[in-house]
Nanobody, 124 residues
């Protein structure tokens, strides 16, 4: 059962912008959404899946160095959504972007759920 659904990917020219969205699709995840830590990862062909940004239940954010100042992660607990605003996109940002959610507790990541991914292509 798919618990997270990403949208907003597409093709954009270098310097352009995209906003990705990730929605909780099950009632359980929606009920407890506010206590989950949420994150965006990305995976380019033949590369590992890397953390792009995360946001904790109290709103604390972290970013990969490669996207600092260009990407912004945010969450809307009422709508059970997490966003990734991407500005000044570069060719090297091309990847499949995945949403991840897990309960905010010491062993929470063992219960992480993932979306199926959305493709972002930056090309002229």
């Amino acid at each position: 059962q798919v618990q997270l659904v990403e949208s907003g990917g597409g093709r954009v020219q270098p310097g352009g912008s995209l906003r990705l969205s990730c929605a909780a699709s099950t009632s359980t995840l929606r009920i407890y959404f506010s206590i989950y830590t949420l994150a965006w990862y990305r995976q380019a062909p033949e590369n590992q899946r890397d953390l792009v940004a995360s946001i904790s239940m109290d709103g604390t954010t972290t970013y990969a160095d490669s996207v600092k100042g260009r990407f912004t992660i945010s969450r809307d607990n009422r709508a059970s959504l997490v966003y990734l605003e991407m500005n000044n996109l570069k060719v090297e940002d091309t990847a499949v972007y995945y949403c991840k959610a897990w309960p905010t507790r010491p062993d929470g990541e063992s219960e992480a759920v993932w979306g199926q991914g959305t493709q972002v292509t930056v090309s002229s």
